[in-house]
T-cell receptor
Framework: DAGITQSPRHKVTETGTPVTLRCHQTENHRYMYWYRQDPGHGLRLIHYSYGVKDTDKGEVSDGYSVSRSKTEDFLLTLESATSSQTSVYFC??????????????FGPGTRLTVL | GENVEQHPSTLSVQEGDSAVIKCTYSDSASNYFPWYKQELGKRPQLIIDIRSNVGEKKDQRIAVTLNKTAKHFSLHITETQPEDSAVYFCAAVTNAGKSTFGDGTTLTVKP
């Protein structure tokens, strides 16, 4: 699966605590993404990055921040977790123009529960 | 921003029948349209995709059509099998790399 890993894979935390999720890729993809997936909503884009230190907001960015200090790592931070942020979080990466498609490859997902 | 609508939300077919899922998009800057299959508890996997300069693409039992003027694209699965049962997502990706997903279609293929 294109060398994309996420950590942790599962996390339970309490309301008000900070949480950081990590996405790591080994294929030198230029673009990286964070999505959340909730029943009935498909995959919703939180933030994405189009290069080191270059990020932009997605449709559900409130309450989340990201950082990308090197190509292979994209961090998602919940500054103060809320119960509404309980979800499954997927990281994805792609390289426009590489190979024959612009396929987004997904990580295995992180299940976050905020109590 | 981009808005992608996907229909139907659930689809049940008999094994061997065809299944069609339709998506519409709003942003004319979208130029790449992938389809993903997601099985329960797993990550989305690309099954087929199409670029805006192509009207149709086929890969064995799966095909995708794109109508750029009407801003809609469709997934066609022929000769469905029970293992095709999953949630299918369409997406629209702009040339700036920003992607928007539909809400998904739960396909059930009854043996």
């Amino acid at each position: 699966d294109a060398g994309i890993t996420q950590s942790p894979r599962h996390k339970v935390t309490e309301t008000g605590t900070p949480v950081t999720l990590r996405c790591h890729q080994t294929e030198n993809h230029r673009y990286m993404y964070w999505y959340r997936q909730d029943p009935g909503h498909g995959l919703r884009l939180i933030h994405y990055s189009y290069g080191v230190k270059d990020t932009d907001k997605g449709e559900v960015s409130d309450g989340y921040s990201v950082s990308r200090s090197k190509t292979e790592d994209f961090l998602l931070t919940l500054e103060s977790a809320t119960s509404s942020q309980t979800s499954v979080y997927f990281c994805a990466a792609l390289s426009p123009g590489r190979a024959s498609t612009d396929t987004q490859y997904f990580g295995p997902g992180t299940r976050l529960t905020v109590l | 921003g981009e808005n992608v609508e996907q229909h139907p939300s659930t689809l049940s077919v008999q094994e061997g029948d065809s299944a069609v899922i339709k998506c519409t998009y709003s942003d004319s800057a979208s130029n790449y349209f992938p389809w993903y299959k997601q099985e329960l508890g797993k990550r989305p996997q690309l099954i087929i995709d199409i670029r805006s300069n192509v009207g149709e693409k086929k890969d064995q039992r799966i095909a995708v059509t794109l109508n750029k003027t009407a801003k809609h694209f469709s997934l066609h699965i022929t000769e469905t099998q029970p293992e095709d049962s999953a949630v299918y997502f369409c997406a629209a990706v702009t040339n700036a790399g920003k992607s928007t997903f539909g809400d998904g279609t739960t396909l059930t293929v009854k043996p």
